[in-house]
């Protein structure tokens, strides 16, 4: 008994938000520790590849790589794309918690990861693999929005309907909770990334502009708005990108209300997703949610009048979580610490 509590406590049992364009690590009694972009840089020489850079180095790399080497998400729509990536993506991450050494034999963790509330039993099982060969000693499995609702501190153990909204980087996750459980969920394969696209593609209709992928996603963070502004320009930011006609490098001006009609299409999918919810969500669960509102999390969240859009196009009550870039992974914490959200947990 003595020995199993002094291995407990000398274990770094952690939770994982594996996040298409993040990943955020929550460990036992410290809370989050780690937060970086989910990017592998792998380098092949004479035909061996070897993993140069992993999280904030190697997002530095994407767009700018020689040939030998190839900026990797191992991530697409929130599950695993390349697995041999993110399995050295996961290694890498539980190394640098525990100050870069490898977890003991005796120490192995016990891992929590959150997967979307779509994903099919085969992508699951490619995440516990990820995780159990990254050196996890029992891997578990949480849904995000059950995550995501933990983590901004819903009822979601008590017989009431709340509502989360979790706009990630590949997909959104709308979802009614009560009892522990998802009364009714749906995932829309639309997110963050799908928002820098429309963007790469708006600039390069309307102004004949090619802009990378970082680039999109600046436009998005400075100036991204989900409403269009009352005087239909907004804010304006100078972005540069390859000339399409002379084929030159160039820089033109961009303001918030072409970037709202960019993005119109994104968040027009994340309002159907909703709305589809609601319209599945059983009379006395509607009623609650009348009552509570919705919730949003994720760093979609964060985007400029997402909240209003929301509100007026559903008539409900709309907050955005305290930290929602975090809230996942507070949520995975707190289910791994605390015993009254153990029946949440899945093992597959």
């Not at 729509?77 to 399995?87: F, H, L, P």
Request: net charge negative; charged share 20%.
């Amino acid at each position: 008994m003595v020995f199993s509590r002094f291995f407990k406590f000398m274990s770094h049992d952690m939770a994982i938000d594996l996040g298409t364009a993040n990943t955020v690590v929550y460990l036992r009694g410290r809370g989050v520790v780690l937060n970086e972009p989910s990017v592998v840089a792998v380098e092949t020489l004479q035909g061996v590849r070897k993993v140069k850079a992993v999280g904030d180095d190697a997002k530095l790399m994407m767009g700018k790589t020689p040939g030998t080497i190839e900026a990797i998400r191992p991530l697409r729509d929130g599950v695993i794309a390349d697995i041999d990536v993110a399995e050295q993506m996961i290694k890498h991450f539980i190394t640098k918690v525990n100050g870069g050494k490898h977890p003991m034999p005796w120490r192995h963790p016990q891992i929590v990861i959150c997967v979307p509330s779509g994903s099919t039993s085969v992508e699951r099982r490619a995440i516990r693999d990820a995780a159990s060969n990254a050196g996890a000693s029992q891997v578990w499995l949480i849904e995000e929005p059950m995550a995501a609702a933990i983590g901004a501190d819903m009822p979601v153990t008590e017989p009431i309907g709340s509502m989360v909204v979790d706009i990630g980087g590949g997909t959104t996750e709308v979802a009614v909770l009560s009892l522990r459980g998802l009364a009714y969920s749906t995932s829309v394969r639309v997110g963050g990334d799908k928002m820098d696209e429309a963007i790469v593609s708006y600039v390069r209709r309307n102004h004949n502009l090619l802009i990378g992928e970082g680039t999109a996603e600046r436009i998005k963070q400075e100036v991204g708005t989900a409403k269009p502004p009352s005087d239909g320009i907004g804010q304006t930011i100078h972005i540069k990108g390859r000339d399409l006609v002379n084929g030159v490098p160039k820089e033109i001006q961009i303001n918030q209300g072409q970037i709202a009609e960019a993005l119109s299409e994104p968040v027009g999918t994340i309002v159907e997703g909703v709305r589809i919810a609601l319209e599945n969500t059983a009379p006395e669960l509607a009623a609650d949610i009348v009552d509570q509102g919705i919730v949003l999390t994720g760093g979609g969240a964060l985007l400029a009048g997402i909240d209003e859009i929301l509100r007026d196009e559903t008539g409900l009550p709309v907050t955005v979580a305290e930290e929602p870039l975090t809230c996942v992974a507070l949520g995975t914490g707190r289910a791994l610490e605390d015993p009254v959200f153990r029946g949440v947990l899945l093992a597959v």
